[in-house]
């Protein structure tokens, strides 16, 4: 038993309902008590999608628990492909069914039914969301995908967008786009809005391009076990990755592959002088695996910010995560608390947080910005606008993303010349955010914790009042390093006492 | 005696009902701890559960927004299934680990689950054994929330029953109110009852533990909500007296409700006039501005919350509307009977689901307006009906006269929108 107020991912059938929403011409058939529905309004709400999942949940109650549940479960799927005229079905059960054991494999197969079945065997009470995209997505393929003659020129799939993933929409739209620039057709995309029969002829590509790992995975390497076609390890979010990604399709390929990169700003808009004032801010990075790699990337090459905790929730990416954060001095967090995430994020009192909703209620809380750049997914992550976060938009995209929570440039000198303004002042957050501007210090009463307060002192080093009064003043996106700094500065001397002195002691001791 | 008249071409309470069931878009009892646990401050909900149960609770309500939610869930692991580990020993653990980060915790509730019930975890014997691990400090109940055994609401109904065992024995004459209240509304209730001269007022929840709610042979006790019939059923049990009446929706259910309790209180017709005239004219007017979009229009209810037969009755006879069909979870005949006596005849009355041949029957209609869980909100829009997410009815202030125009708002405001948006090309 592990007690849990909030969950980066979901159970496993909601993986396999972010495939089989993705998809058309496909129903996921699931025996489910009543309550279990709520799944549905994720994609009717969440995504604003315009039809119900395609999915049949079975809904026994206690009652039926006693009878005959499992005749329940073939009148629905009877019912469901009568109602819906599906092209193939998948076929499992939730966490509570997994424990009645009625084995609905085993019961749809016994149906007789004249459409490809595929039975689903997800692990509730060990696995997660992403493993059950990840293997719902490869049963699919490996049951539907047939044999056949590649295409006369090249083509590729475009693999692992699925209902519910972090701009799924626009970045197939942008991918698709930059490979048609190189010369390369797309065959298939899925699971995002594929038919069965897509899925069928997926292996008349020449290769596969892996859009996102977390459920793509599994599919793409049998697809090149099985039917020889390699697949891109490389996932285009940055420049760098982009320019990556596309010398990978060329290696693959045999094509020239040259890009169109008129289009591409954000190096520049990096590079100009206005952006001197993200050099070397401290960002904080967590997320799934693959949009932490990314960014951490971005962060460190082509922001100019400095990476101090990078972290991922998603335990299959514990390994490749472990090894980048060894590349940047840091060791990586893997974990799905979010109470040890909001710990280490207050103990490296990073300037901004890249993260997740959940992140972005962390920062909120402890006052510090932060862009959401992974799933999970709430409301705001479906914007109307074209979005990606793949190709060269993509990176624009992401540039103005990264510095939407900041305080601009100029505004950030104008904070710490007048800190005593009291309309201009760093409490009222930065200007372009209107009502939404955190309020630390009405946090910290509300809250009762009085978090950045208690924060513990290395070596209980003693704040004079002097000192204090002039920690406050110092705007609150840097106040937190501005403590912690002094505050070891003062540890390595020894010092027992902070006082005015000792702060600009520090200060000048870390300037950079 | 104005009391409320009623239908001349009859009510609907002995209309035949449909009953159905199959697929059913509808939450678990789960669900209800969203507001429960804002209701009671000291109170801490642990779901023991799966995955899936911690995934609807922060779903159903973008739970998100609660900085530390007193509510959680323990988790089962392959190793609680496998019986490798004992389960009440984990959780033991687990609520030791809780009570101590949470000192302000003064009432633990154990919240069943699916899984928790299909491998039969005895939490009525965990919670017997918690109490007397942690009394005084902390009283801990159970309750099930489970979709097996509750439909949405049904949770709070579960909830409430568990704690009527334990609430105090009382033999003073007392009006108990029952139901979960926001707490301006439930401020306005109070002062109108205790104008009217009625001050032996209990609540249940009561915001706080501490707070003396008892029960007993002369307590008498109204429901403000339409889907506590368990609630009523072990109150019935420990000697009260249910005061049956329309449920305070609107001008109409609103009087009707007071004016149940003002007579068994033996108030007058005069003080009753004085304390009512006022908030009564008020709530006329505002449901008058928000029902001029709301008249001659239909309205289609599928079954989520038990609120669906009085507000139907609300929007029948308040808003000029016209019911199509009624569905409900579930109706009790001793809860929904007053209400349905009003609503006039001719919409179908259903209770349960079966959820495609529900949605055939509102394409079929073409309801002006269709009140419906989440799920089916956004795939009925894109088809052209108009829709009203029923759960937004739970978690608003919807009761009594100070809230009834906000309560038409809610249902005119989507025909409303459909009014206002213009997106089609000027001709």
């Keep these: 038993m592990k007690l849990t107020v909030w969950t980066y991912e979901g159970p496993t059938h909601v993986g396999a309902m972010r495939v089989a929403t993705?998809?058309?011409?496909?129903?996921?058939?699931?025996?489910?008590?009543?309550?279990?529905?709520?799944?549905?309004?994720?994609?009717?709400?969440?995504?604003?999608?315009?039809?119900?999942?395609?999915?049949?949940?079975?809904?026994?109650?206690?009652?039926?628990?006693?009878?005959?549940?499992?005749?329940?479960f073939k009148s629905a799927a009877q019912d469901a492909v009568e109602r819906f005229n599906p092209e193939a079905i998948i076929v499992g059960a939730s966490c509570t069914a997994e424990l009645i054991q009625d084995d609905p494999a085993g019961l749809a197969e016994t149906m007789g039914l004249d459409i490809p079945v595929i039975p689903l065997e997800l692990p509730s009470y060990s696995r997660k969301e992403n493993f059950g995209a990840d293997e719902t997505f490869y049963q699919i393929v490996r049951t539907l995908a047939k044999a056949q003659e590649r295409t006369k020129h090249v083509t590729c799939n475009i693999l692992g967008p699925t209902a519910l993933g972090f701009r799924a929409r626009?970045?197939?739209?942008?991918?698709?786009?930059?490979?048609?620039?190189?010369?390369?057709?797309?065959?298939?995309?899925?699971?995002?809005?594929?038919?069965?029969?897509?899925?069928?002829?997926?292996?008349?590509?020449?290769?596969?391009?892996?859009?996102?790992?977390?459920?793509?995975?599994?599919?793409?390497?049998?697809?090149?076990?099985t039917h020889n076609q390699p697949f891109t390890k490389v996932v285009p979010i940055g420049v760098g990755a982009t320019r990556d990604f596309i010398a990978e399709v060329a290696q693959i390929t045999g094509l020239p592959c040259k890009p169109d990169e008129s289009r591409l700003r954000m190096p520049w808009w990096s590079k100009s002088v206005d952006s001197t004032y993200l050099t070397g801010k401290r960002v904080f990075i967590f997320g799934d695996g693959t949009h932490v790699a990314a960014h951490a990337r971005i962060a460190r090459d082509e922001m100019g910010f400095e990476v101090v905790g990078i972290g991922c929730y998603n335990r299959e990416m514990a390994r490749p995560i472990r090894a980048l954060a060894k590349d940047y001095g840091l060791e990586a967090l893997i974990t799905d608390d979010y109470l040890a995430v909001e710990d280490a994020i207050q103990q490296a009192a990073p300037e901004m947080i890249l993260g997740t909703q959940m992140e972005r209620h962390i920062g909120k809380r402890l006052g510090i910005p932060c862009a959401v750049i992974s799933a999970p997914v709430h409301v705001q992550d479906f914007p109307a606008r074209y979005s990606p976060q793949v190709g060269f938009e993509g990176a624009n995209v992401i540039f103005d993303t990264l510095i939407h929570p900041l305080v601009m440039g100029l505004e950030e000198h104008l904070l710490?010349?007048?800190?005593?303004?009291?309309?201009?002042?760093d409490a009222a957050g930065p200007s372009h955010h209107g009502g939404h501007s955190p309020k630390p210090a009405e946090e910290v009463s509300c809250s009762g914790e009085m978090k950045e307060e208690v924060a513990?002192?290395?070596?209980?080093?003693?704040?004079?009042?002097?000192?204090?009064?002039?920690?406050?003043?110092?705007?609150?996106?840097?106040?937190?390093?501005?403590?912690?700094n002094t505050e070891a500065f003062a540890a390595e001397r020894g010092l027992a006492e902070i006082s005015l002195d000792t702060l600009y002691e520090a200060k000048a001791h870390y300037a950079r | 005696m104005n009391l409320p008249l009623p239908p001349t071409n009859g009510g609907c309470r002995t209309a035949p009902v449909l009953k159905e069931r199959g697929q059913r878009e509808v939450f678990c009892g789960l669900t209800g701890i969203i507001w429960l646990h804002r209701k009671m401050q000291d109170a801490f909900f642990l779901v023991v559960g799966s995955r899936t149960c911690a995934h609807l609770l922060q779903s159903a309500a973008g739970v998100m927004i609660f900085a530390e939610p007193r509510f959680g869930t323990a988790i089962?692991?392959?190793?609680d299934l496998a019986g490798m580990a004992d389960a009440h020993q984990e959780l033991d653990r687990e609520v030791a680990r809780l009570l101590e980060r949470r000192p302000d915790i003064r009432q633990l509730f154990l919240v069943g689950s699916?899984?928790?019930?299909?491998?039969?975890?005895?939490?009525?014997?965990?919670?017997?054994?918690?109490?007397?691990?942690?009394?005084?400090?902390?009283?801990?109940?159970?309750?099930?929330?489970?979709?097996?055994?509750t439909t949405f609401t049904q949770g709070e109904d579960a909830c409430l029953a568990s704690m009527v065992p334990v609430l105090k024995d009382t033999t003073a004459r007392e009006l108990l109110l029952v139901g979960a209240l926001p707490d301006v509304v439930e401020d306005q209730m109070i002062d109108l009852l205790t104008k009217m001269g009625i001050d032996n007022i209990r609540l249940l929840p009561a915001r706080r533990i501490d707070d003396t709610t008892a029960v007993g042979p002369n307590t008498v006790f109204a429901l403000t909500q339409p889907f506590l019939g368990d609630t009523h059923a072990e109150l019935e049990r420990r000697g009260a007296r249910h005061l049956a009446a329309p449920f305070p929706f609107g001008d109409e259910g609103t009087t009707a409700w007071l004016r149940t309790i003002a007579h068994e209180f033996g108030v007058s017709e005069e003080v009753f006039e004085q304390v009512t005239t006022a908030p009564r004219a008020r709530a006329r007017k505002a449901i008058a501005q928000a029902a001029e979009a709301l008249n001659g229009k239909s309205v289609f209810f599928f079954p989520d919350s038990q609120l669906e037969i009085p507000l139907a009755r609300f929007l029948t006879r308040e808003c000029g509307m016209t019911a199509i069909e009624v569905g409900s979870p579930y109706i009790h005949d001793a809860l929904h009977g007053p209400d349905l006596d009003l609503l006039p005849a001719g919409p179908q009355i259903s209770e349960g689901q079966d959820v495609d041949k529900q949605l055939a029957r509102a394409r079929a209609a073409r309801p002006d307006l269709?009140?419906?869980?989440?799920?089916?909100?956004?795939?009925?829009?894109?088809?052209?009906?108009?829709?009203?997410?029923?759960?937004?009815?739970v978690f608003t202030p919807v009761h009594f006269y100070e809230q009834a125009g906000d309560l038409a708002g809610l249902f005119s405001r989507p025909l409303r929108r459909k009014q206002a948006l213009q997106l089609e090309a000027a001709e």
């Excluded at chain 1, 920690?471 to 106040?479: E, G």
């Design chain 1, 456 to 484: 513990p002192s290395l070596d209980n080093v003693v704040w004079l009042t002097d000192a204090e009064k002039e920690l406050k003043k110092i705007p609150f996106f840097v106040r937190g390093k501005a403590r912690r």
């Design chain 1, 22 to 72: 993705a998809m058309k011409g496909l129903h996921y058939v699931l025996h489910a008590p009543q309550g279990d529905t709520y799944a549905d309004l994720l994609f009717t709400m969440i995504e604003r999608r315009n039809h119900r999942p395609p999915v049949t949940y079975t809904t026994f109650q206690a009652r039926d628990l006693g009878s005959d549940t499992a005749s329940l």
């Design chain 2, 370 to 393: 269709t009140v419906c869980g989440l799920g089916l909100a956004n795939p009925l829009e894109a088809e052209g009906l108009s829709t009203k997410w029923a759960i937004e009815l």
């Design chain 1, 416 to 425: 710490t010349m007048f800190r005593d303004d009291f309309e201009f002042h």
């Design chain 2, 76 to 79: 089962l692991e392959e190793t």
């Design chain 2, 114 to 149: 699916c899984p928790s019930e299909v491998i039969k975890i005895d939490l009525a014997r965990a919670a017997e054994r918690l109490t007397q691990v942690h009394a005084p400090h902390v009283r801990v109940l159970n309750y099930s929330g489970s979709g097996i055994e």
């Design chain 1, 170 to 225: 626009d970045n197939i739209e942008e991918i698709t786009g930059l490979l048609e620039d190189l010369g390369i057709s797309i065959n298939v995309v899925a699971p995002f809005d594929a038919t069965p029969t897509d899925i069928a002829n997926i292996p008349a590509a020449h290769f596969n391009v892996l859009l996102t790992p977390e459920t793509g995975e599994a599919a793409c390497r049998w697809l090149e076990k």
